[in-house]
């Protein structure tokens, strides 16, 4: 396993973490100094987040005390575009997700949880959810929807995923660090606090390295002997529509690759914490595909998958947003936490029924131009996660209390390390 990953006991559940306090848009400092302004309303962010007038041109290390991820550092990654090319991107990226792909995909999903649901019943009691589970789940999905689950040269392991996952999405600075404190204008704690050491740097840049040869290599062989996975797709469609940076090609199949894998994995290990924690009752109602597809909704709304509050945007024009004005120039941190539990928009909260629906549509994914192009696969393998795991162990119960888990840490999401459980 990388270095990068690191794990830390004694820290509180993502969904317990408390988030900054639901105002009208003010000026705050992010943790590396920097001026900004806070928006966290519900209504204030689903407009900023729409604006065109606000860009992440040349934030690429702002906002953080340590290194950024590569996954949000570099300028070729999807999330650092704006404008024309962003717009080109994303085009050719709806060219690969087209509903009906979308639609053909989904069988054979809930196989690929299905199948992990009966070889954790098989194996029996006791068990640890993580190697069992939630990292099996997503890992299967992915390889199937890459096209990297066969024997040839595009065959990928689960460990040299991690492994290559971890240093994309790598934070700078000391991960442990990451436990939900405020500074003095409530403003979420974000950094680290010191650069890895040089073993930790240089194995984590001949991951990243090792990563870009094989992705670059991918699409070189897609080109020649295209199939129908997504990678395949995704080359057809830039050739076809033209103007894509090769760079960018690479960065998003990568970035597809690795953060759907792990955003899945923490998405399912944060939820499942939460279930078996502090809702066992729920559990077995769970069983209900329906009731199943609510509460995923409801989970991924309110359980962040990182310690990280906000997203950094910059205004480009003066913008006059919930009774305030942020001139042009100024640096905009939206945080999507605080406007998932604004209590005016979600007076229930997460403690709430898990089976009532959202009374509005959730922010967790975004919104906007950069919506999350695989917000479906996220929703799609939850589901189908918890319906098939709660409707074969109804039973399933924690046997480590949750202040006593420890967190896998060092990347843009955080998760739980081991989930011992019994039935």
């Not at 900004?36 to 519900?42: D, G, I, K």
């Not at 390295?209 to 070189?220: C, D, Q, R, S, V």
């Not at 595909?289 to 205004?315: Q, V």
Request: proline fraction near 9%; hydrophobic fraction near 40%.
């Amino acid at each position: 396993m990388d270095s990068a990953a690191t794990t830390r006991t004694a820290l509180p559940p993502l969904h317990r973490l408390p988030v900054s306090p639901v105002r009208p848009p003010h000026p705050t400092t992010l943790p590396d100094g920097t001026p900004a302004w806070l928006v966290t309303r519900y209504h204030d962010v689903r407009q900023v987040l729409g604006d065109p007038r606000i860009t992440r041109a040349d934030l690429h290390d702002v906002g953080t005390a340590g290194a950024t991820a590569d996954v949000a550092a570099n300028p070729a990654s999807l999330f650092n575009q704006d404008g024309p090319a962003h717009r080109r991107l994303r085009a050719t990226i709806q060219r690969a997700f087209t509903p009906r792909a979308i639609a053909g995909w989904q069988p054979w999903v809930a196989a690929a949880v299905q199948q992990s649901v009966d070889a954790l019943v098989t194996a029996g009691p006791p068990a640890d959810l993580v190697t069992a589970f939630t990292r099996p789940v997503p890992f299967a999905v992915t390889t199937r929807l890459m096209g990297l689950d066969g024997d040839g040269p595009d065959s990928l392991d689960e460990e040299r995923l991690h492994r290559w996952t971890l240093a994309l999405l790598a934070q700078g600075g000391d991960p442990s660090d990451g436990d939900g404190d405020k500074d003095a204008n409530g403003y979420g704690d974000m950094d680290g606090d010191g650069e890895a050491n040089g073993t930790a740097a240089a194995d984590h840049a001949e991951a990243l390295a090792e990563y870009g040869a094989f992705t670059t290599e991918l699409i070189e062989r897609r080109r020649r002997e295209p199939g129908d996975d997504l990678v395949s797709r995704l080359v057809q469609a830039a050739d076809h529509d033209g103007g894509i940076p090769e760079e960018s090609l690479v960065h998003l199949v990568a970035g597809l690759t690795a953060s759907g894998n792990e955003s899945v994995a923490g998405a399912l290990g944060n939820a499942l914490v939460y279930l078996l924690g502090e809702r066992a009752e729920h559990w077995p109602r769970l069983a209900d595909p329906d009731t199943a597809e609510r509460t995923a909704e409801r989970l991924l709304h309110f359980i962040p998958l990182g310690d990280d509050e906000a997203t950094i945007r910059r205004a480009t024009a003066p913008i006059e947003l919930g009774g305030a004005t942020i001139p042009a120039g100024a640096v905009v941190a939206i945080s999507l936490g605080s406007a998932n539990r604004d209590p005016d928009v979600y007076p229930d909260g997460l403690d709430a029924d898990l089976d009532l629906p959202l009374a509005v549509p959730t922010l967790a994914f975004s919104a906007g131009p950069h919506y999350c192009i695989g917000a479906w696969r996220v929703r799609l393998e939850m589901r189908e996660s918890l319906h098939r795991l709660a409707a074969a162990l109804p039973g399933l119960r924690l046997t480590t209390p949750v202040p006593d888990l420890a967190w896998q840490l060092g990347s843009t999401t955080r998760s739980p390390a081991r989930i011992p459980v019994d039935w």
